[in-house]
């Protein structure tokens, strides 16, 4: 390696593209880092406002005064938007733009912000590279987690971060924005030499396929394709240089991303160059386990004991051979290609795939269950993801904080308390009510089929148990949370909830009775409105909601449960169940109405 003694001289001898769009406060934070470095040209692009975004063309013409305030010697130049163009064409337009006038430059958007060595980073490598079409791409992000790959200040990756970077007119030019290059080299021997691990293949291949079918409005993605297909490299430093401070609720491109692939800045020293101008596999490789798919990462460690015992009836795809097995790690490679814009998983995306593979496997929600092979989509490695989801996702994770709270203020002066959480899975929730009534408790999760790895992941919880079925002894308080609307006798099965709660006891009802997916099943959703008017009929008395899940219903057992008032009032419920449904939706509807026509001058 050969060191740089001294910086290069300030201020900074390249130009900066600098793209912004709406947010000042970011603006503000990235622009004092800009003019701390003084390029001599700095262009300034910005998107146009989106129609109907309250205060939103307030926003973007204040970001746009804050990304001009220029102080010092420097020309600039402006491509400001009155239409909004989108993520994609606005930010390849913009860069176009740049490379027109500048052979070379750094990009930065509006929230990345650098440490000051980032601008002496890019401006020495960009001189040193300038004739080198091995190299594409110069960024400033680390995701290394503290790992120093070779002794110099930086090493050469295939993937070219995009939160602060920089890049030549040559490199740029052959950035291909719809991908016309992919069908062709997807199917090619060089495509499956530069990616030879299967999972990561159909990570990127279910990506790339959305991109050409331009169902994803991004520009980063089609340059990552085609700094690839030309097999170019990016200078990665040896720490990381910029950090993401754009996460919130008006993010555009950040806003599902996960913090945790957020990491501070760091200084970079004196520059050190490598002997060699080659990617280094070991740092790829753990940037796509870590970064990019650290979710499969976390559930492949336990891949076989997860696929081979989830639910899996026989016939199964998930069986622990090593062929279904490779198969079961690829189709949750492929899932979280789906969903990885931004890196994190979509709510809505992820139902809308599960709908898919509740079609794909052949289930009528309108058919009786018993006729099909419901088997066959509980085990499938999309239902795996939806319980990553449910235990990553901080809106569920708070609503089991909600509840395991609420049991801990009531019941942890209780001795030898009793808990049974029907359907409880993984046992997320059942951990949380153990953490907050420490000694003393016995909670038991009742699951016909429980996952063998559920149960390691468990094993040093002494006071949690699986079982298959309730306890003849009875509990102080059973838990029903998102069961009943997958069942087709949703009633029946509220019964033995009730049968096995104490007099005295609790028993908590979560439902979900709409159709929101396709295995929320039709003949529950009577129950919507009158769900308390037929469990009323059941020896207990309506308790109220879980303070921060409204959703969670509370009933106190305060008798035996007589069933001669059940069949009466479940079939009144079924008659008047559809005609409050369409109420509600027309009552939703109204009050729309009235706030739309509340808004309008």
Request: charged content about 25%; hydrophobic content about 40%; some cysteine.
């Amino acid at each position: 390696m050969t060191p740089i003694v001294a910086p290069p001289p300030s201020p900074l001898n390249t130009a900066v593209l600098f793209l912004v769009f709406n947010r000042p406060d970011t603006t503000a934070q990235v622009f004092e880092a800009i003019r701390q470095a003084r390029p001599p040209r700095l262009y300034v692009a910005a998107d146009g406002a989106r129609a109907g975004r309250d205060g939103e063309a307030e926003r973007v013409a204040k970001v746009r005064d804050i990304a001009t305030a220029v102080d010092w010697s420097c020309d600039v130049k402006t491509l400001f938007r009155e239409q909004n163009l989108g993520c994609k064409l606005a930010v390849s337009s913009a860069i176009t733009w740049f490379f027109e006038q500048e052979e070379q430059g750094i990009i930065l958007e509006d929230d990345c912000l650098p440490h000051p060595d980032f601008f002496r980073f890019c401006d020495v490598l960009l001189e040193r590279y300038a004739e080198d079409e091995r190299v594409s791409v110069i960024t400033g992000d680390n995701f290394q987690r503290g790992r120093r790959r070779g002794d110099a200040s930086y090493y050469f990756s295939k993937y070219n971060h995009v939160w602060g970077w920089a890049s030549w007119r040559r490199a740029w030019r052959l950035y291909d924005g719809n991908l016309s290059f992919w069908l062709e080299w997807k199917t090619s021997a060089d495509w499956r030499e530069r990616t030879p691990d299967a999972v990561e293949r159909r990570y990127w291949e279910v990506i790339f396929d959305r991109m050409a079918r331009g169902e994803i409005d991004t520009w980063d993605y089609p340059w990552t394709a085609s700094v690839w297909y030309r097999g170019g490299l990016t200078a990665t430093p040896n720490v990381n240089l910029v950090t993401n401070i754009g996460f919130g609720e008006d993010a555009t491109h950040t806003r599902g991303a996960l913090r945790r692939h957020v990491l501070p800045r760091q200084a970079l020293g004196t520059i050190a160059h490598p002997t060699n101008v080659a990617r280094d596999g070991q740092a790829d490789d753990f940037v796509f386990r870590h970064h990019f798919t650290s979710r499969l990462s976390r559930a492949s460690r336990s891949v076989r004991s997860v696929f081979a015992a989830i639910r899996g009836g026989k016939g199964s795809p998930c069986h622990a051979s090593e062929v279904n097995l490779t198969w079961c790690a690829e189709d949750l490679a492929t899932y979280l290609a789906r969903f990885s814009y931004g890196h994190g998983l979509d709510i809505q995306a992820l139902w809308a795939e599960m709908d898919r593979v509740w079609r794909a496997l052949g289930l009528d929600n309108r058919k009786p269950l018993a006729e099909q092979r419901i088997d066959d989509f509980y085990a499938h490695p999309v239902w795996v993801l939806n319980g990553l989801f449910s235990e990553s996702d901080p809106e569920s994770l708070a609503h089991r904080q909600a509840i395991a709270d609420y049991l801990g203020d009531t019941w942890a002066e209780r001795p030898d308390l009793r808990i049974a959480d029907f359907g409880g899975g993984s046992g997320t929730l059942a951990r949380q009510i153990a953490d907050r009534i420490p000694g003393g408790v016995r909670i038991e999760i009742i699951e016909p089929f429980p996952a063998e790895f559920f149960q390691r992941r468990l094993a040093g919880h002494e006071e949690i148990v699986f079982r298959e079925s309730f306890s003849p002894d009875g509990y102080d308080v059973v838990i029903a949370q998102d069961v009943l609307e997958h069942v087709e006798k949703p009633i029946e099965l509220a019964l033995r909830c009730i049968a096995a709660t104490r007099v005295g006891g609790m028993v908590l009802f979560a439902n979900c009775f709409h159709p929101f997916i396709a295995c929320h099943l039709p003949s529950t959703f009577y129950l919507r409105h009158t769900f308390r008017y037929v469990i009323d009929s059941l020896a207990l008395v309506y308790v109220g909601c879980v303070p921060g899940a409204s959703h969670v219903q509370i009933f106190r057992k305060v008798g035996e449960v007589d069933r001669s008032g059940v069949n009466r009032r479940a079939r009144i419920a079924r008659a008047l169940g559809p005609l409050l449904n369409l109420a509600g939706r027309l009552l939703a509807l109204l009050k729309s109405w009235v706030r739309k026509a509340g808004t309008q001058p």
